[in-house]
């Protein structure tokens, strides 16, 4: 299986600060064929399902703020939060899709400082 | 509005079954591959299942496999995890998630609120 490493495990950012989420794969997740990253970004609260945040590696899901951002290739990826907001807190997960067997991060839990 | 809706959660004794269900509606339950993951108390994320809507193939996380069976049912427009010999690690909120493009398995765009599975004696 495609083992998914996210650092740092927590994160604290001060309001209206950048966060950065960095994501590794264990093997590249960039189909050649279409030059497509197989890896999506969710964000979740507590008690709550999570949610889609970006997909494609960058493609940001549709009502996503754009202060959500996604980039990276191949093995390397990384989650921009641009200006963090009170309601960013959240715990953060990459997945990789490239396999059918699919595999997320061990998740980073973000908070404000 | 898409609305996917799990049930079928509870309490089993270890080595027990369970079959989850997952009522899906506001899409075109045929056209998309379906997943199955889990998130034990405090823990991350794991994917369980997943089941295309070509030929219904299907696809198992090792920690399942052999255990846990994934199908759908295309004219009722629900998801199925049929879970045998269970052990107290499978204690979990078991999610149903629909893939957001194509037939195979790929990212999640809409999932359910979850149906919470406790293995115990």
């Known amino acids: 299986d495609i083992v998914m490493t996210q650092s740092p495990d927590s994160l604290a950012v001060s309001l209206g600060e950048r966060a950065t989420i960095n994501c590794k794969s264990s093997?590249?997740?960039?189909?050649?064929?279409?030059?497509?990253?197989?890896l999506a970004w969710y964000q979740q609260k507590p008690g709550q399902p999570p949610k889609l945040l970006i997909y494609w590696a960058s493609t940001r899901e549709s009502g996503v703020p754009d202060r959500f951002s996604g980039s990276g290739s191949g093995t390397d990826f990384t989650l921009t939060i641009t200006s963090l907001q009170a309601e960013d807190v959240a715990i953060y997960y990459c997945q990789q899709y490239y396999s059918t067997r699919i595999t997320f991060g061990q998740g980073t839990r973000l908070e404000i400082k | 509005e898409v609305l996917l809706s799990e049930s079928g959660g509870g309490l089993v004794q270890p080595g027990g079954s369970l079959r989850l269900s997952c009522a899906a509606s506001g899409f075109n339950f045929n056209d998309f591959a379906l997943s199955w993951v889990r998130q034990a108390p405090g823990k991350g994320l794991e994917w369980v299942s997943a089941?295309?809507?070509?030929?219904?193939?299907?696809f198992y996380a090792d920690s399942v496999k052999g255990r846990f069976t994934i199908s759908r049912d295309n004219s009722r427009n629900t998801l199925y995890l049929q879970m045998n010999s269970l052990r107290a690690d499978d204690t979990a909120v078991y999610y149903c998630?629909?893939?957001?493009?194509?037939?195979?398995?790929?990212?999640?765009?809409?999932w359910g609120q979850g149906t919470l599975v406790t293995v115990s004696s």
């Open positions: 998630a629909k893939s957001g493009t194509g037939g195979n398995p790929h990212y999640s765009d809409y």
């Open positions: 093997q590249s997740v960039l189909y050649s064929s279409n030059n497509k990253n197989y």
């Open positions: 089941i295309s809507y070509i030929r219904d193939s299907t």
